[in-house]
């Protein structure tokens, strides 16, 4: 896991990451419609959504195999639940279809407040839990990238 701001990146930050956080911040506007646009084909994807954030215990936990995520708020503040432990037996394992297992929570959940420009990338295997309210339910606009690594 890497957490960041994307108008401060660090220079350790690996090329490929950095590449597509840049991207996204030359791209992506508020005008940009919702839903999956290509970078690089199924290699290298994003994905624009307004969801509104719940109560962490009205979310799920979840995973992937193959891509990392590169979670960016746009807009709003979202709390991001995450695990350093393993995942353990998903109730929903959609890996081979959709790249996504589902859990109900992550073991000793922990989480930190992303805010406008913040992003987390999150790698194949670790789980985390998105779209946690800070507070009250609030909207929040972001960007998910997605990158094949497995």
Request: aromatic residues 8%; negative net charge.
């Amino acid at each position: 896991m890497i957490i960041g701001n994307i108008h401060h990146l660090q220079c350790w930050l690996p090329a490929e990451l950095r590449d597509a956080i840049e991207y996204v911040k030359r791209q992506v506007t508020a005008q940009t419609p919702l839903g999956k646009h290509d970078i690089d084909g199924d290699r290298l994807f994003y994905l624009v959504s307004n969801d509104t954030t719940q109560p962490i215990a009205e979310r799920r936990a979840e995973y992937h195999a193959r891509y990392l995520d590169i979670q960016i708020v746009m807009h709003g503040v979202e709390g991001m639940t995450f695990s350093c432990l393993p995942a353990g037996a998903p109730e929903t394992d959609w890996l081979a279809e959709k790249d996504i297992a589902f859990l109900p929570e992550g073991a000793q959940e922990k989480t930190v407040v992303l805010e406008e420009g913040d992003f987390v990338v999150f790698y194949p295997g670790e789980v985390h839990k998105p779209l946690c309210a800070v507070g009250q339910a609030a909207p929040v606009r972001k960007v998910v990238v997605k990158l094949l690594v497995a």
